[in-house]
């Protein structure tokens, strides 16, 4: 029987029960792909991420309950929470090494910087399918690593009550980024995340989809530093800048839980 640390983190938020929970396992060596799915299923979150150092460089997966992904911004947060909190780990910032190519996390004391790429877009026709899943017709329609639906009310992406079943049979994309301009001063914009095709309805907070939509409203609201909120029934917030192709998002996080797995 094997024995593995586990730890459950709330990220992008500084209290427990908001943000994402992501579960962090630290491996002193790669297990089976099998065997990293199996467990990502039994955590039933939204991401579960790995991790295994190689000198000075994390190498990192991530794994929903159905399939490993390319990115994963709150369980990256997690993970560097994790090796800088728990682990003692005593440098100003991580590098990860990762399908997504290397990623750095810095430790801004109060909380975490996360340095991603950005992810292009293009503006394309409006799909009936998609707005029928949504439950609303947005104004543009988007596409990206995943689809990006613009609309005119930041309410209406709020109120959203989308078909998950009929979303999640369109699978062109990973998701479905429902976005609008923010009413509140507090944000720029809003956002919500819909994944059902990977095995998530709705992502409670999102960092890789701010690598699309960090630059998406950079461009419309001529400004490179802006404050998002994801209206998810969780919520989070998230701070975010670009600088030439790289997307750089703060955020904070939490320890919920941590103990051993037994396989």
Known sequence: MSVLPIYQIDAFTSEVFKGNPAAVVPLEAWLE?????KIAMENNLSETAYFVKNNDVFEIRWFTPKNEVDLCGHATLASAYVIFEEMGYDK???????RSGKLIVKNEGKGFELDFPVWS?????????????LGASPKALFKAYDWVALYD???IVSNLQPDFSTLGKITEMRGILATALSKNDKYDFISRAFFPAIGVDEDPVTGSAHC?????????????ELSAYQASARGGELKCRIVDDRVFISGQACLYLKGQIYI
Do not use: G, M
């Open 212 to 224: 699309i939509l960090t630059p998406f409203w950079a461009q419309r609201l001529n400004k490179t």
């Open 121 to 133: 877009y293009q503006e394309t026709p409006l799909q009936d399918n998609i707005s029928k899943a």
């Open 153 to 155: 009310d930041d309410q």
């Open 92 to 98: 100003q910032e991580i590098v990860f090494s990762s």
């Open 33 to 37: 792909d099998n065997v990293l799915q």
